[in-house]
Nanobody, 116 residues
Framework: QVQLVETGGGLVQAGGSLRLSCAASGYIFGINTMGWYRQAPGQERELVATITSGGATNYADSVKGRFTVSRDNAKNTVYLQMNSLKPEDTAVYYC??????????WGQGTQVTVSS
């Protein structure tokens, strides 16, 4: 079994910063792509950023220049540094991991609230 645990969410004022972490544990030989997604109330889940095992990154246009995704392959952990936060960034943030030889797993989500 594989588990993903997200930490680092919370309440922040507009213009502030937060750093999310997501650690994968369990029966893991390796992880291909890891990513962050978010879902605001009444909206569909959307991609925020992804990162491959080699470090190639992809970002949603809405977060480019403000968010940075990174990972520590030795720790099976992915991070999301969020700067210049806006009220429209308010959502539940989920991480996922495409585990080699298995499937894609999701975390339970962490709430990020940005006040204006």
């Amino acid at each position: 079994q594989v588990q993903l645990v997200e930490t680092g969410g919370g309440l922040v004022q507009a213009g502030g910063s937060l750093r999310l972490s997501c650690a994968a544990s369990g029966y893991i030989f390796g992880i291909n792509t890891m990513g962050w997604y978010r879902q605001a109330p009444g909206q569909e889940r959307e991609l925020v950023a992804t990162i491959t095992s080699g470090g190639a990154t992809n970002y949603a246009d809405s977060v480019k220049g403000r968010f940075t995704v990174s990972r520590d392959n030795a720790k099976n952990t992915v991070y999301l540094q969020m700067n210049s936060l806006k009220p429209e960034d308010t959502a539940v943030y989920y991480c996922n991991a495409n585990v080699i030889g298995r499937r894609t797993y999701w975390g339970q989500g962490t709430q990020v609230t940005v006040s204006s």
